[in-house]
């Protein structure tokens, strides 16, 4: 894997023709990302009333963030209850070079799987982010595959005490 701020894979090399995409995590996901070698799959949220009704992915962007969408912030809990304080999952990008037949646009993927269009929009609307810029991936990614690792505290810089937009 990439050391954070590293360029981009050298000149010339096949993967500067593949697809790229961009995934997501914090400082702290990122020793466990190096000991295990891969990134690993988690819940694709097919279903919004039924949990694992689809295959487990991971989850890929199309293009680098310029802000933090809604699912990528993660309520901070303190003896099981929110302090109203809120922090960004988006402190370290990865950028990833896959094929295109490895991924599927998140919105195809879903409708493949049985999400409602009702369940699609949900989940745009809770998560700030539209799903045909996103991808989904249904195998672990390799760190081999991790062409560029980006610290980004331009999307850190929200963090703190939630407060609802004005209307």
């Known amino acids: 894997m990439p050391n954070p701020k590293s360029g981009p894979a050298q000149s010339g090399t096949r993967k500067d ?3 790229k995409y961009f995934h997501y995590t914090t400082v702290d996901h990122i020793p466990e990302i190096k000991n295990d070698g891969f990134l690993k799959l ?4 097919v279903s919004l009333s039924e949990p694992n009704k689809g295959p ?3 989850w890929l962007l199309s293009e680098p963030l310029e802000s933090v969408p ?6 901070l809990m303190r003896n ?3 302090t109203g304080y809120v922090k960004s999952k988006a402190e370290v990008e990865l950028e990833i070079t896959l094929e295109k037949s490895e991924v599927t646009r998140a919105d195809k993927f ?3 799987h049985g999400a409602s269009e009702e369940e699609m929009e949900a989940l745009e609307a809770s998560g700030g982010f ?5 991808y989904v991936t249904v ?3 390799p760190v081999g595959k991790i062409t560029k690792v980006t610290d980004r505290p331009d999307l850190v810089n929200l963090v703190g005490r939630y407060q609802q937009p004005n209307r």
Do not use: Y
């Open 17 to 19: 023709h593949m697809p």
């Open 70 to 75: 809604k699912m990528l912030l993660s309520r």
């Open 56 to 58: 487990d992915v991971v």
């Open 130 to 134: 539209r799903l045909n810029k996103q």
């Open 42 to 45: 988690v819940e694709s949220n």
């Open 80 to 82: 099981g209850k929110w």
């Open 110 to 112: 879903l409708k493949k």
């Open 139 to 141: 195998e672990q990614i």
